[in-house]
Nanobody
Framework: QVQLVESGGGLVHAGGSLRLSCAAS????????MGWFRQTPGKEREFVAG????????KEGDSVQGRFTISRDNTKNTVYLQMNGLKPEDTAVYYC??????????????????WGQGTQVTVSS
């Protein structure tokens, strides 16, 4: 498994930007598809973005398409989520996840086997 630690969350005004980072430890990072999910109280965990390990193909959720960008740096064992044009409805706890050996990102949380502790993102109107 991969150990994951998120950082970069915080409070931002609507229209602003944040960049989340997820530092991974463990020898399987370079062959793990990575994903970002978010969750608000009482709701299911929602897929935000994912990036594959083989060709770095990316996939974004419909609600963040064109605003959020996922990337990874295998030399630093880190995956990033650049969030632009933030909206109050983006407020949530954001989680980093890893799917060891999976070549392409999945939108299903159950397909990921390692999770970080989460970082809070709050967007004020």
């Amino acid at each position: 498994q991969v150990q994951l630690v998120e950082s970069g969350g915080g409070l931002v005004h609507a229209g602003g930007s944040l960049r989340l980072s997820c530092a991974a430890s463990g020898h399987t990072f370079s062959t793990s598809t990575m994903g970002w999910f978010r969750q608000t109280p009482g709701k299911e965990r929602e897929f935000v973005a994912g990036i594959g390990w083989s060709d770095h193909s990316t996939k974004e959720g419909d609600s963040v398409q064109g605003r959020f960008t996922i990337s990874r740096d295998n030399t630093k064992n880190t995956v990033y989520l650049q969030m632009n044009g933030l909206k109050p409805e983006d407020t949530a706890v954001y989680y980093c996840a890893a799917a060891s050996g999976a070549p392409y990102p999945s939108i299903l949380p159950t397909n990921y086997d390692s999770w970080g502790q989460g970082t809070q993102v709050t967007v004020s109107s």
